[in-house]
């Protein structure tokens, strides 16, 4: 759908910027917006790669385990169908480590191997899971310490002070997960 409504807003733009005059200020917008895009995609790719290479040290010593033995008694009251899953449970719990600092898009990859192996023990395909549903809700709610995408676009676009929104992030996202977790709580309980 967006395939083919964003083609038609670029168009009709040009067409009213021809007919009002405008062309100039669409071909300067459009060659700034360029600009733009490239150094946040820079920021985020140098954002990226740190904290990606981070995660793979961290992965060859011990503190992701630590991590994992501190993050499994909340994936066993999460997860309680995922009992006998343990590479399920390391995947989510390798997936909200990464939420948890802030690595976003890094972490998706490890997300969508999670949902992988959890649809492999799914009885019925075509639905999602009780684990699968509350491992969605988590991800969406995205509990973070260090919101690096967000601090990122805001270093991209010179703010005085990017990382002034670390509370209102911690906030935001924990108040979000919590109320997201009970709720996903009390629906799969009356769904059973």
């Given amino acids: 759908?967006?395939?083919?409504?964003?083609?038609?807003?670029?168009?009709?733009?040009?067409?009213?910027?021809?007919?009002?005059?405008?062309?100039?200020?669409?071909?300067?917008?459009?060659?700034n917006?360029?600009?733009?895009?490239?150094e946040l995609s820079i920021t985020f790719l140098g954002t990226i790669c740190l904290w990606s290479g981070i995660m793979e040290i961290a992965k060859k010593t011990s503190i992701i385990s630590k991590l994992?033995?501190?993050?499994?008694?909340?994936?066993?009251?999460?997860?309680p169908d995922l009992k006998n899953n343990e590479m399920a449970k390391q995947e989510i719990s390798m997936n909200m480590i990464a939420n948890i600092l802030g690595?976003?898009?890094?972490?998706?990859?490890?997300?969508?191997?999670?949902m992988q192996t959890m649809q492999k023990e799914n009885k019925r395909k075509e639905t999602l899971s009780n684990s699968m549903m509350m491992f969605i809700v988590i991800n969406t709610a995205s509990i973070q310490l260090i919101p690096t995408n967000v601090i990122a676009i805001r270093t991209s676009l010179n703010s005085q002070n990017p990382t002034s929104i670390i509370i209102p992030v911690w906030i935001a996202t924990i108040i979000a997960g919590?109320?997201?977790?009970?709720?996903?709580k009390i629906l799969i309980k009356k769904v059973r």
């Fill in 103 to 114: 690595l976003g898009n890094a972490a998706t990859p490890l997300g969508i191997k999670a």
């Fill in 1 to 31: 759908m967006l395939n083919i409504l964003w083609p038609i807003f670029i168009i009709l733009s040009v067409i009213y910027s021809i007919i009002s005059g405008n062309i100039e200020e669409v071909n300067t917008g459009i060659f």
């Fill in 33 to 38: 917006s360029l600009s733009e895009a490239v």
């Fill in 178 to 184: 919590f109320v997201g977790i009970f709720l996903t």
């Fill in 68 to 79: 994992n033995k501190l993050l499994k008694p909340f994936i066993n009251f999460l997860f």
